[in-house]
């Protein structure tokens, strides 16, 4: 079955503390991973695709890399405004996305 | 600025009415979804259409119903027949490459009493 997992639920940081999302995925066909970051209220918002093993795409203080199980999000240096909902999906199929249940992430001044 | 604009943002109805979430874009997509969201779950889908005119049920369909007469827009019905219906619900689109993201409007809260 495709599965989407994400760890850990709920994190907190002081500012500056750097850390990793963890996006661990069971699919029979990858077409595509993706990121999204969502804040309360609001829909998701894009933030990365990857697409096989070993690519890496970064933006900010944000940092994306995918294994063949799982992908990272790595966060150096956190500040307040990082904080959010991080999501992450994966494309399964032509038309299907499944999604994990996101990570809750708080970055304390 | 090109987007998916979703109305209204909160929506109150008593039970045993339907009520219809509307969905405009104005990215020029084909495929259009509609998720629903609750505390502790991923996105659950309900529906999707590929294209004008087709659309195709979702792992939780049961209670909901969707048009799509125009490439722009995909509203979303929920019936009476829905059991639990408050939650949060988000649109969202593809672009036509097949392996892409989804973009996703700024949702919309229902609340059934």
């Known amino acids: 079955e495709d599965q989407v997992t994400q760890s850990p639920e709920a994190l907190r940081l002081q500012e500056g503390e750097s850390s990793s999302l963890n996006c661990s995925y069971t699919v029979s066909g990858l077409r595509g991973l993706f990121w999204y970051r969502q804040d309360p209220g609001k829909g998701p918002e894009f933030l990365f695709t990857l697409y096989s093993a070993g690519e890496e795409k970064e933006k900010e203080r944000l940092k994306a890399t995918l294994t063949k199980k799982e992908s990272f999000l790595h966060i150096t240096a956190p500040k307040p405004e990082d904080s959010a909902t991080y999501l992450c999906a994966v494309q399964a199929g032509t038309y299907k996305y499944i999604f994990g249940t996101g990570t809750r992430l708080k970055v304390l001044a | 600025d090109g987007g998916i604009t979703q109305s209204p943002k909160y929506l109150f109805r008593k039970e045993g009415q339907n009520v219809t979430l509307s969905c405009e874009q104005n990215l020029n997509h084909d495929a259009m979804y509609w998720y629903r969201q609750d505390p502790g779950q991923g996105l659950r889908l309900i529906y999707y259409s590929q294209i004008v005119n087709d659309f195709q049920k979702g792992d939780i369909a049961e209670g909901y119903s969707v048009s799509r007469e125009k490439k722009e827009s995909f509203p979303l019905t929920v019936t009476s027949a829905q059991k639990n219906p408050t939650a949060f619900y988000l649109c969202?689109?593809?672009?036509?490459?097949?392996?892409?993201?989804?973009?996703f409007g700024n949702g919309t809260r229902l609340t059934v009493t």
């Open positions: 969202a689109s593809r672009p036509d490459s097949y392996n892409s993201p989804l973009h």
